[in-house]
């Protein structure tokens, strides 16, 4: 899917951006203004909300009329897929594991080079093995499994006083999780 600038997406385009002006407009006087009303802190949310928002729901409801397409057979992950499915947990898993450790020179450290990693796989997208492309092989289960080790990195990370134990646990269990899952079938990628 490419998205082309035509003539007719450009008021959609400066609308978007003439409003997200006017919220960082307000946003900044509800931060740097003391005597603006406490209401005011609100009104940038509100604002992203209905108009971004807005925009959305009017085009899902243009969609919902659009004929259902055809139900796509699972097909087996085929090996690259399988295996960056199985690099996705690992990564997850990783974080979990550090972000749960002591602050420290070298538990930060070692975290910033796993994201930075994740980065550079982010970038290279459109390698067979890439984010989009294992991403769009998924289906229910692996989107499950993504969605419960995001939950539980979340958890380990967040909550102070987790033992590092208990990080460890949690990401083997992360990384685990995304090894067995990495066996269902998956999304024919050639519907």
Do not use: N
């Amino acid at each position: 899917m490419q998205l082309r600038l035509t003539w007719s997406r450009w008021p959609i385009l400066l609308a978007g951006g003439a409003l997200t002006v006017v919220v960082l407009v307000v946003f900044g006087f509800a931060v740097f203004y003391p005597g603006f009303p406490e209401i005011g802190v609100w009104i940038p949310a509100v604002l992203m909300l209905v108009g971004f928002g807005g925009y959305g729901a009017v085009q899902l409801a243009l969609a919902s009329g659009d004929p259902r397409p055809p139900r796509s057979m699972p097909k087996p992950l085929p090996r690259a897929m399988r295996w960056g499915t199985i690099c996705v947990g690992v990564a997850l898993g990783v974080m979990a594991m550090l972000g749960s450790a002591p602050d420290g020179v070298l538990a930060s450290t070692l975290l910033l080079l796993v994201v930075l990693m994740t980065f550079v796989w982010l970038v290279a997208a459109r390698s067979e093995m890439g984010l989009p492309a294992v991403g769009a092989s998924w289906r229910w289960p692996h989107q499950l499994a993504f969605a419960a080790a995001g939950c539980a990195l979340a958890l380990l990370v967040l909550l102070d006083g987790v033992p590092i134990g208990l990080g460890f646990v949690g990401g083997l269990g992360i990384i685990a999780l995304f090894v067995a899952v990495s066996f269902v079938p998956g999304r024919d990628l050639r519907d």
